[in-house]
């Protein structure tokens, strides 16, 4: 089964790309994150004549996180549940293909002095909390998406550049390592343990052809899955071309 995660960076500006990507590389299941679209203009049946299934949590020109699936989509759940709900929409759990799968946009941090730090590490706290309340790492779990955190400083191109700036602070590191102590894997490393492998290019000062970047788009799986990985890449074509997600998809394969 082929699963891959990828921040579209507004899905209504990228459609033809998504669907083109897809039609390349037949994931069986995508989480998208960043689709910047309500629920009722999420294009669930654009991706149901490529043969998926769909579920979308959205709010209109922020956020929006999805779930593709090919090998059935059951069991959909919004954010952190009906009794704990998050006022933005940046989580969506479903079980596809026997896996239950969550799509997370964990929020940016913007700032180590901003509000928008703070919510972001109680909303990664919030995430473990929900795992342990309602997952088991004994199953096969996989919570892939944009975590806005390079785990360590072999995921950014230069570590002095990020001093005092969020995505490789201690703090998002320790909740990154708490979610690890919980139970999930970066199954990407597996795989491709060296340096320099990067998901994120920002747009200014020419960063993707600098080979400038970040690695903050992750599929972290329980040993289950982490056991059953047979390939990891990331699609550094898709970061080509005209108006690009600044994002590239991260792929894995897990055998049956």
């Keep these: 089964m082929r699963i891959a995660t990828w921040n579209v960076n ?3 500006a990228r459609l033809a790309r998504v ?5 390349d590389v037949q994931p ?19 991706f149901q004549a490529l043969g998926y299934d769909s579920v979308h949590h ?5 956020n929006g996180v999805a779930i593709l699936s ?31 799968i969550a799509s997370a946009y964990v929020p940016n941090g913007r700032s180590l002095d901003d509000d928008h730090y703070q919510y972001k590490l109680r909303w990664l706290a919030r995430l473990r909390d929900q795992l342990a309340a ?12 944009d975590y806005n955190i390079a785990p360590t400083d072999a995921d950014v191109w230069d570590p002095k550049h990020f001093v005092d700036a969020t995505h490789t602070s201690r703090p998002e590191r320790d909740a990154l390592a708490e979610l690890e102590s919980w139970g999930l894997i970066d199954t990407f490393r597996l795989l491709q343990p060296e340096p ?17 970047g970040m690695r903050i788009d992750l599929v972290m799986g329980t040993q289950s899955v982490a056991d059953r990985v047979t390939f990891a890449t ?20 897990i055998a049956d």
Excluded at 19 to 23: G, K, S
């Design 70 to 100: 090919r090998v059935g989509l059951d069991n959909p759940v919004n954010g952190f549940g009906p009794e704990d709900p998050d006022p933005q929409a940046r989580l969506i759990w479903a079980t596809c293909g026997g896996v239950r």
């Design 10 to 12: 507004s899905l209504k």
């Design 196 to 212: 320099r492998l990067y998901s994120w290019w920002d747009y200014r000062a020419g960063r993707f052809h600098k080979h400038e």
């Design 134 to 145: 309602s997952e088991d790492p004994a199953q096969a779990i996989i919570v892939a998406g």
């Design 19 to 23: 669907e083109e990507w897809l039609a």
């Design 234 to 253: 990331i699609d550094r074509n898709a970061r080509k071309g005209q108006q690009p997600s600044d994002h590239a998809p991260v792929i894995i394969d």
């Design 28 to 46: 069986d299941v995508v989480c998208l994150q960043e689709t910047k679209l309500a629920d009722g203009a999420f294009p669930a049946m654009a």
């Design 58 to 62: 959205g709010e209109g020109r922020w």
